[in-house]
């Protein structure tokens, strides 16, 4: 082992045997779990927590680490460490992807705290830092250790109450930090209660694992498929006390041991469960009239809470106060003070045309915005999809006005510019085919190169593509570029002072040329 961290003793000898004995330390090979990946799952009150932060507090001189913490747990690490602690409540995603990558620029180790917020804007953060960090240039791509407590909440199992949207963003992510991240410098190690809650994609790319107690047989018969057990074998994992684990790994140990965690030197502020002696007993009069005197005779009484209505809803009450006045000549009835909604009609081809051109103003707005703000233009397409649904509903186009794949193609035409020279026009058509033919996310690009071509622009630069991709990773855009030319659909050259020229197959259109390639 180069750098070892101790992360407890060995408390027991495993039936297979063990490479240390027992009352020796336990060791992790830091260096070989950075280039592996590790999981640790236990029931509640396994030691779960305990344990994550032992490897913290251990490996923070030597490696730099970023926190996913559901519960606002690690935030003391701060303190004693110097972790950076970002409050996930007061950013929006595009702020919390960029803080991903520039806390990989200038490595800086980072606690993102999600307490406070529902479970599908946890997930839609926790997908925007994890990107943000999967997506930094090559250049800083410096390990980092990244931690995700619960990380069932992340990466679940099955659909929840949560959207599909944000589970799926989510789960990408978290899959791209298991599957893709070690070639980028990022080392998972994830840790949840229930193994059957964790998506299987995610827990398999684990080498590395550290089992607590647990309790359910579905559980027990994950984790000893996971170790190499016999199923019969894994009824130790009952038996297990807080604090101990079963290790196997190539950054741990050949063969599973039992481990007891070490000590700590920070705190949760989570208060665990605990025993409180009971103030001595008073009389049962005195406990009476306590708990039962009416509030009035003991004081300024408290203002008693009730429970008012539910706040209204503003956009619903705006989308369906347009969808009123689109369906019927007059105003909707007042009488009862809401809004009443007319016998529905069938919209006509005129009308639909109509909300068209609606929607393209409502979409061009939208970019005009974003281009004040420099970071708003690399948001993901997601992001993009729900600020414009909201500006539909405001606009009277009802919640569901263009679907995702229908947004994504309309934004690529928004994005190269097609709405102003004609996507109609018949030089485009072959040309729009063959967009239609790629995949939605490099549609974008694949059209924006088109429309450089077609009006003899200089070749859009990395950072332009970047942009239509949805990303701040230049190299991310120069593989799009390069995927483009392998599907055929474009040949990249270069001039005699090595700027880049691109050519669109079919029409022969040809960008002046552009940065250096």
């Given at each position: ?6 992360i ?16 020796e330390?336990?060791?992790?090979d ?35 680490q ?12 701060a303190?004693?460490?110097?972790h ?17 990558e520039?806390?990989r ?8 705290n999600?307490?406070g ?32 407590d ?25 899959t ?9 410098g990022l ?15 995610v ?15 579905i ?31 190539p950054?741990l140990?050949r063969?599973p041991?039992?481990?007891g ?43 008693r ?19 009123t ?6 105003l909707?009835d ?9 016998s ?24 005009a ?16 999809y ?14 569901d ?8 193609k ?6 190269a ?15 729009i ?17 088109a ?11 990395d ?10 990773s ?11 030319e ?7 050259r ?19 040329p552009?940065?250096?390639?």
């Amino acid at each position: 082992m180069t750098v070892a961290i101790e992360i407890g003793t060995r408390v027991e000898t495993g039936s297979t045997g063990g490479l240390t004995g027992i009352g020796e330390p336990a060791l992790l090979d830091l260096e070989e779990l950075l280039s592996t990946r590790l999981l640790v799952q236990g029931n509640s009150g396994s030691g779960k927590s305990h344990l994550l932060r032992r490897l913290l507090e251990q490996s923070a001189a030597w490696v730099q680490q970023a926190v996913i913490d559901p519960e606002g747990d690690f935030v003391s690490l701060a303190e004693r460490f110097g972790h950076l602690v970002i409050d996930a409540a007061e950013h929006d995603e595009a702020g919390l992807a960029a803080a991903g990558e520039r806390m990989r620029t200038h490595r800086v180790p980072v606690v993102l705290n999600l307490e406070g917020i529902d479970a599908e804007q946890q997930m839609r953060r926790a997908s925007a830092f994890l990107g943000g960090m999967f997506d930094a240039p090559r250049e800083s791509w410096y390990p980092v250790l990244v931690v995700v407590d619960e990380a069932q909440l992340f990466a679940p199992a099955v659909a929840g109450e949560v959207s599909d949207e944000a589970r799926r963003a989510s789960l990408g992510a978290m899959t791209n930090l298991m599957c893709r991240g070690r070639k980028r410098g990022l080392a998972g190690v994830i840790a949840t209660q229930r193994l059957a809650k964790l998506a299987k994609n995610v827990a398999a790319e684990a080498t590395n694992f550290l089992m607590g107690r647990t309790f359910l047989d579905i559980d027990m018969a994950r984790a000893a498929d996971l170790l190499g057990m016999e199923r019969r074998q894994a009824e130790s994992f009952r038996d297990l006390g807080r604090g101990r684990f079963v290790a196997l790994g190539p950054a741990l140990s050949r063969r599973p041991i039992t481990v007891g965690i070490g000590a700590v030197v920070t705190e949760s502020r989570s208060a665990g469960p605990g025993l409180l002696p009971l103030a001595p007993a008073a009389s049962e009069k005195d406990m009476r009239e306590l708990i039962l005197t009416p509030p009035s005779s003991t004081g300024t009484p408290r203002p008693r809470r009730m429970p008012g209505p539910p706040p209204p809803d503003i956009l619903a009450q705006l989308s369906a106060h347009g969808a009123t006045r689109a369906s019927a000549p007059g105003l909707p009835d007042a009488g009862d003070g809401g809004l009443t909604r007319a016998s529905p009609v069938q919209p006509t081809l005129e009308d639909a045309a109509h909300d068209r051109q609606r929607m393209q103003v409502v979409l061009r707005a939208m970019l005009a915005d974003h281009d004040a703000e420099p970071e708003a233009g690399f948001r993901p397409v997601h992001v993009l999809y729900q600020d414009f649904l909201v500006r539909c509903r405001i606009e009277g186009l009802g919640r569901d006005a263009l679907d995702l794949a229908g947004f994504r193609k309309a934004l690529a035409t928004a994005r190269a510019g097609l709405d102003e020279v004609g996507a109609e026009a018949p030089d485009w058509q072959a040309v729009i085919r063959t967009g239609a033919s790629l995949p939605e996310d490099v549609q974008g690009v694949f059209l924006l190169v088109a429309q450089a071509a077609h009006r003899r622009l200089p070749c859009p630069s990395d950072l332009e593509i970047a942009r239509a991709y949805g990303t701040h990773s230049t190299g991310r855009a120069r593989r799009q570029l390069h995927y483009l030319e392998e599907r055929d659909v474009l040949v990249l050259r270069q001039d005699a002072t090595g700027r880049r020229i691109a050519v669109i197959v079919g029409p022969g259109w040809e960008t002046l040329p552009g940065a250096a390639a």
